[in-house]
């Protein structure tokens, strides 16, 4: 596609589910970023990959959060055993490279509730 | 991570130029990004600045970086409503990877 696609764009879950969150860059792009985005705050790093591998994983919140990245291109976020606090948007981006100044581009979001 | 910091609110009338400020932490910083977030819309780049420079102009929208004061400006002139959105600062760092810090946002409100 044209630009970052996540799926779904929204979910409801309960406190204590496992909840997949996708996301496809824009083809061509090895960096891939994942923010959360609570209510009212700024962009909240979580995870970076870079190709298929994540040098950084300092941002993620918890281990219940885990993410992967196949063939240099969908990624999927996993929130296990989900808590109240986990409820936001979840961004994706994707940038050519992940060199220095590259612009990122991102995806619509997940708005994600849990109950 | 690093800080960067915004107001929360910004009102303006329309028609009349609008500055949104940023402050930063961390001076490795290589880029600086001013990024638009429209109600139910994804994050929407407008305008970045390599931190060497201190003036970028593009149309509507003129970016100052004070590097020393660690300070980023977003001016919008002849603003619109448009215009009126959730503005994001944002710096990246070259460090094992490009990393990338963003503020809280600023909301813009355009008063016809």
């Known amino acids: 596609g044209a630009g970052v696609s996540q799926s779904p764009s929204n979910k409801v879950t309960e406190k204590g589910k496992d909840v997949e969150l996708r996301c496809d860059p824009i083809?061509?792009?090895?960096?891939l970023y994942w923010y959360r985005q609570r209510l009212g705050q700024g962009l909240e790093f979580l995870i970076y990959?870079?190709?298929?591998?994540?040098?950084?994983k300092s941002g993620l919140p918890s281990d219940r959060f885990s993410a992967e990245r196949t063939g240099e291109s969908v990624s999927t976020l996993t929130i296990q055993r989900t808590q109240q606090e986990d409820s936001a948007v979840y961004l994706c981006a994707s940038s050519l490279a992940g060199g220095p100044g590259e612009t990122q581009y991102f995806g619509p979001g997940t708005r994600l509730l849990v109950l | 991570g690093e800080d960067v910091e915004q107001s929360l609110f910004l009102s303006v009338r329309e028609g009349d130029s609008s500055v949104i400020n940023c402050t930063y932490t961390d001076s490795s910083s290589t880029y600086l990004y001013w990024y638009k977030q429209e109600p139910g819309a994804g994050l929407q780049l407008l305008t970045y600045?390599?931190?060497?420079?201190d003036m970028k102009q593009d149309q509507r929208l003129t970016v100052l970086l004070n590097k020393k004061d660690k300070h980023l400006s977003l001016r919008i002139a002849d603003t619109q409503t448009g215009d009126s959105a959730i503005y994001f600062c944002a710096e990246s760092i070259w460090n094992t990877g490009n990393q990338f810090y963003f503020g809280t946002g600023t909301s813009l409100t355009v008063i016809p």
């Open positions: 990959f870079q190709g298929n591998s994540a040098p950084d």
């Open positions: 083809s061509g792009h090895t960096a």
């Open positions: 600045i390599f931190s060497n420079m």
